[in-house]
T-cell receptor, first 111, second 115 residues
Framework: GQQVMQIPQYQHVQEGEDFTTYCNSSTTLSNIQWYKQRPGGHPVFLIQLVKSGEVKKQKRLTFQFGEAKKNSSLHITATQTTDVGTYFCAGPYQAGTALIFGKGTTLSVSS | EPEVTQTPSHQVTQMGQEVILRCVPISNHLYFYWYRQILGQKVEFLVSFYNNEISEKSEIFDDQFSVERPDGSNFTLKIRSTKLEDSAMYFC?????????????FGNGTRLTVT
């Protein structure tokens, strides 16, 4: 069945180091969204990518959508303790409006 | 900023009992969803609802689950006969349109504990 995979599952970094999470889909995606879930919280929308090869930046966060629209990445430059949480990518579920989420990458940051 | 609200925040029930989880989506949103997250695991899609009917459901959403929009504001998830493995955080989400550029807005969730 349709799958969205993310690696790594966990990442621990020292504050100031960079962090990257990778997302791969078993099918071509029309778009991909990224969400962040703080510990004990709910997923919060970060960004959406639509175009092949698209790159978007939000301050220290850089999001990329692969040329084949089957993979994506999120890169955080110079992590801060406020970046702690689980980052999920999500793509359309089948042909409908729901989203299927990857397993997420949980980031911990020590100061 | 408008938000999705869910009640209760925590529900404890015995195996075999029925539970109803409640959600009030954002008022101008048209698409509603239920997701669940078993502790520390992925956010799993259960069902989507549009125009007063189910539009998609996953294989998890079997006959023990049902959804309803009983009035103009509430959106409910009923689990008829709970099992231990139903213990999870259940998130309601809504989005303004079904288009890809419309983000999901999640509620704070209901933690369901089945004993």
């Amino acid at each position: 069945g349709q799958q969205v995979m993310q690696i790594p599952q966990y990442q621990h970094v020292q504050e100031g180091e960079d962090f990257t999470t990778y997302c791969n889909s078993s099918t071509t995606l029309s778009n991909i969204q990224w969400y962040k879930q703080r510990p004990g919280g709910h997923p919060v929308f970060l960004i959406q990518l639509v175009k092949s090869g698209e790159v978007k930046k939000q301050k220290r966060l850089t999001f990329q959508f692969g040329e084949a629209k089957k993979n994506s990445s999120l890169h955080i430059t110079a992590t801060q303790t406020t970046d702690v949480g689980t980052y999920f990518c999500a793509g359309p579920y089948q042909a409908g409006t729901a989203l299927i989420f990857g397993k997420g990458t949980t980031l911990s940051v020590s100061s | 900023e408008p938000e999705v609200t869910q009640t209760p925040s925590h529900q404890v029930t015995q195996m075999g009992q029925e539970v109803i989880l409640r959600c009030v989506p954002i008022s101008n949103h048209l698409y509603f969803y239920w997701y669940r997250q078993i502790l520390g695991q992925k956010v799993e899609f259960l069902v989507s609802f549009y125009n007063n009917e189910i539009s998609e459901k996953s294989e998890i959403f079997d006959d023990q689950f049902s959804v309803e929009r009983p009035d103009g504001s509430n959106f409910t998830l009923k689990i008829r006969s709970t099992k231990l493995e139903d213990s999870a955080m259940y998130f309601c989400a809504s989005r303004r349109t079904g288009l890809g550029n419309s983000p999901l807005h999640f509620g704070n969730g209901t933690r369901l504990t089945v004993t």
